[in-house]
């Protein structure tokens, strides 16, 4: 039986958790119709049960009361750990989130197994051979997992969530269970809304001006905002940008941001490292503004400006709004 530790955002279930369902049941059909069990934690959007059973799920926990309301690593690790003795699941996974990896970590902890993080595909039941992301993606590594439960989240994006040519009964079962006060020791006890954000904003554009360690600072993104406004587009920034604090995190793109698909994707000042290509690559057209001509995201790009950021995007600026007549 496999044991899945699944996620949800306003929408329902999390892209990311569907994704780990559709690798789940792959692996479940080759292991001649194993059946997937879900776990699921606090307040539920609406229609998750009817999602869940489209997607092939036979059974959910749905695990509530006090300790589960808010997310704690080690609290509801402990659960997981409960549902999986008590469903004698010989697999336990997760998708390849911040949290998914967190509960899983722990558990394998608890558990003294090892547990095999961002796993893209499985060559095998026995031995149960996965090959997982490494070194942010770069590189490709195989890990044999012997023990039981094996353990392992999947990286987001390598599998695509569908529904089940079968529908699973995603047959429901409400669990309060108790919580060891050392395991609330590290949770979250507030949530704060730092701005106004859109949700998805940036993954549904249909054009995005992205920027880079080019913009030379938090204060040189005024332009490449005028732009993507007067493109009714959005901005995405690459990690640099995050974690120099001079974006927020939302606006990210990348292997750890957004994925991703506009039908235009301007990058300025971005040297295009193989995280940032992860969530950029389906770009329908790719115009690279770039001082270095060999920098990968110009080599890639379908078009390119070779010249400063900060000279090419105020001309863009200008002729588009002389054009518009602004
Ligand atoms: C586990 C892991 C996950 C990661 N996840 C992500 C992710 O999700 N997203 C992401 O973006 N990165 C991610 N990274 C980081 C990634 O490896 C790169 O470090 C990052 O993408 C580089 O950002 P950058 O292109 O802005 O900066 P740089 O690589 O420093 O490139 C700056 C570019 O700007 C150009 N430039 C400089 N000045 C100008 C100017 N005035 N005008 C025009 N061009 C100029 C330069 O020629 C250069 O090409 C991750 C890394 C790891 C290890």
Do not use: I, T, Y
């Given at each position: 039986m496999i044991l899945l530790y699944l996620e949800t955002d306003e929408a329902g279930i999390a892209e990311t958790s569907l994704e780990t369902v559709a690798l789940a049941r792959s692996l479940a059909e080759a292991g001649g119709g194993i059946a997937i069990r879900a776990v699921l934690f606090g307040g539920l959007p609406e229609g998750v049960a009817g999602q869940l059973a489209a997607h092939g799920v036979d059974e959910v926990f749905h695990v509530t009361g006090a300790g589960f309301e808010a997310f704690s690593g080690a609290a509801w690790a402990s659960a997981l750990q409960a549902l999986r003795e008590r469903t004698g699941s010989v697999v336990v996974a997760a998708g390849g989130s911040p949290r998914g990896n967190e509960v899983l970590a722990h558990l394998a902890a608890r558990l003294d197994v090892p547990m095999a993080a961002?796993?893209?595909?499985?060559?095998?039941?026995?031995?149960?051979v996965v090959t997982r992301q490494v070194v942010g993606g770069a590189a490709l590594e195989e890990m044999r997992l012997d023990q039981r439960p094996a353990l392992f989240t999947v990286a987001g994006h390598s599998w695509t969530a569908r529904a089940a040519v079968t529908p699973g009964k995603a047959e429901w079962h409400e669990e309060a269970p108790e919580v060891a006060p050392g395991d609330l020791a590290a949770r979250i006890v507030s949530v704060g809304q730092r701005e106004a954000v859109r949700p998805g904003a940036l993954k549904r554009a249909r054009v995005v001006v992205g920027a880079g360690r080019g913009a030379g600072g938090p204060d040189g993104f005024d332009g490449v905002v005028e732009l993507a406004e007067l493109l009714g587009g959005a901005l995405g920034v690459s990690r640099v940008v995050t974690s120099l604090g001079?974006?927020?995190?939302?606006e990210q793109v990348g292997q750890t941001g957004s994925r991703i698909s506009p039908e235009l994707y301007i990058p300025c000042g971005i040297s295009g490292a193989i995280q940032h290509w992860a969530g950029c690559s389906s770009s329908k057209t790719i115009l690279a503004i770039n001082t270095d001509p060999e920098a990968p995201m110009v080599t890639k790009a379908d078009y390119a400006v070779i010249g400063d950021m900060h000279e090419v995007v105020p001309a863009i600026v200008e002729e588009l709004r002389r054009r518009s007549g602004a």
């Open positions: 961002n796993v893209v595909s499985f060559a095998g039941l026995a031995p149960f001079w974006r927020p995190h939302h």
